[in-house]
């Protein structure tokens, strides 16, 4: 299988897709099934899809492709921006 063409679809979206996209660019989403047969995608969660590679994807990548109304805020926001060593919640 050609996962160039697929893996361009996830570059063009930080490394993570909704399925939405993947259709969208004219790919049928048993594609998607194969690819995670094949250990090029991980499953987030329902309809959003990680590509595997060496590059880490960062978590605010991923939440803000999951969550893009997501605010950080209070704790959170200390930690995210290292201002705090204090994990939020622990």
């Not at 050609?2 to 399925?19: A, P, Q």
């Not at 047969?37 to 590679?53: C, D, N, P, T």
Request: with cysteine; charged share 30%.
């Amino acid at each position: 299988m050609d996962c160039e063409k697929y893996k361009k679809v996830f570059d063009e979206n930080n490394g993570i897709v909704k399925l939405s996209d993947f259709t969208d660019a004219g790919y049928h989403n048993t594609v998607i099934d194969r690819l995670i047969r094949e250990g090029k995608v991980i499953k987030l969660r329902a309809g959003f899809y990680e590509w595997q590679s060496e590059d880490v994807i960062s978590d605010a990548v991923i939440i803000n492709k999951l969550y893009p109304d997501a605010i950080i805020c209070m704790d959170s926001a200390l930690y995210f921006y290292d201002y705090t060593e204090r994990a939020p919640g622990a």
